[in-house]
């Protein structure tokens, strides 16, 4: 079977999205799937051949460099082995934050002309067999650029990365500087202007799911949504990773934590990265709320930010008095530290989404607190603490006290939390399920005579 994936953003990079994107495509190609791969062009970010080694400096470029010099081996990786398309580099975005940005219309129509020239081009027998797409750009991006062809489409699969519905407003919240601070006095709960935005969002999601012709959702929410509004193939498979206690370099968490100067399993680990939308005002909150608010906590076991950037914790720090934050070279060094942690952090709020920092704890057999139970499959005092998103700073704050003072708790969630990986997350049986569902989608399309993008369902 031939697979194209296609990404709205810059690839490989170290984000969420990249590295389910990435992991999706290497667990197809090992049950035998031919893969190609189409992203954003590299643009003003610099790819390994044009910078061997890390300049000094700050900016996009230092970060671009770190991921190539110090993670050469996980670059070539997400790499080796694919036919990599790109989008002209004078089309990339400068930036790449996850949400909306003034470079993303012109990457967007990047990818619609280079999708068009790729299905265009290919010979009957060597036709893409369906295209995976990659969050609700890239799925935009490819239904248009189907629409503009006259010759045989192949079956749009959406993989669902998040609702908008729930989350465009949340790009809204956190520091435009260094602070958090509202500037424009917008917040998830209240104002027209966010009201409007998941409105939109909503209605964005909608369209989506009656014009794709077949969908993957990661999360409970996202999957009531696509039942409700496609009438095509589809179903939940939770993102995959591959199991790093199998691998051949062994981690080696309690030296990873120590060369911190951590204490293993005697501190809680933020991992993931530092958009608005991850609403870190509540982990700083909380912070303040443990190191002596109205409860005189005190402070305890530190509360540790980590990032593979340096623009980020040199950015961010002085904004989160309390927190400890740590530069991460590369994806191993971040999977021991996490696997040294006594609990995770998840601080998002919004539904719709999956943490891939959430896969990669619980596959180190670390557990999470975070604010949904069933959204990903966590379960409360199981292999988890669950926080009230009605009063997060608060929750959030005792939970992290709570499992401090409690090791037989701290162990036990533990547990579960690698019960949890091995039961939904190993790549395995995900691409299988990935396969069997494309099949499906094809023999629906097939039968149905229509083409992509143009039935509205």
Known sequence: MRLLLVGAFPYPQHHGSQIYFQEQAIALRARGAEISLLTYGAGKTPRAENTPHPPDGSGPEADDARWIGARAGEYWRAIDGFDLLTTPKWMAPSSIRSGPSPGKPLADFGLVMTLRNAVASMSRHAAFDAILTHNAEATGATLAALRMLRVPKPPVVYCVHTLLGKELS????????????????????????????????????????????????????????????????????????????????????????????????????????????????????????????????????????????????????????????????????????????????????????????????????????????????????????????????????????????????????????????????????????????VHEIRHFHAGRGVDSGVDSG
């Open 170 to 437: 949340a790009y809204l919240r956190g520091p435009k500087t260094n602070g958090f601070l509202d500037r424009l006095g917008l917040t998830r709960a209240t104002g027209r202007p966010t009201r409007s935005l998941d409105r939109f969002g909503r209605e964005i999601d909608q369209w989506l799911a009656r014009r794709s012709d077949g969908w993957i959702s990661l999360t409970r929410s996202s999957n009531r949504v696509m039942r409700q509004f496609s009438k095509r193939p589809g179903t939940m498979i939770p993102p995959a990773l591959p199991d790093p206690l199998a691998g051949e370099t062994a981690l080696d968490p309690v030296r990873t934590a120590r060369q911190h100067g951590l204490e293993p399993g005697r501190f809680f680990l933020y991992s993931g990265n530092l958009d608005a939308y991850q609403e870190l005002d509540i982990l700083a909150a909380a912070v303040r709320e443990r190191r002596g608010g109205s409860r005189g906590m005190g402070g305890g076991m530190p509360v540790v930010l980590a990032s593979h950037s340096p623009r980020s914790v040199a950015g961010w720090a002085e904004a989160m008095p309390g927190v400890d934050f740590r530069l991460v070279e590369s994806a191993a060094e971040m999977q021991a530290l996490l696997a040294a942690a006594r609990a995770s952090l998840l601080m998002r709020r919004a539904e719709g989404g999956f943490p891939i920092k959430l896969v990669n704890s619980l596959a180190v057999g670390t557990p999470a607190i975070a604010f949904h139970e069933g959204e990903w499959g966590l379960e409360h005092e199981r292999n988890s603490l669950i926080c009230s998103p009605d009063q997060p700073v608060e929750s959030m704050a005792a939970a992290i006290d709570r499992l401090e003072h409690d090791d037989v708790l701290a162990a036990r969630l533990a547990a579960g939390a690698r019960a949890l990986y091995l039961e939904n997350h190993q790549p395995e049986p995900a691409a299988k399920q990935v396969l069997d569902l």
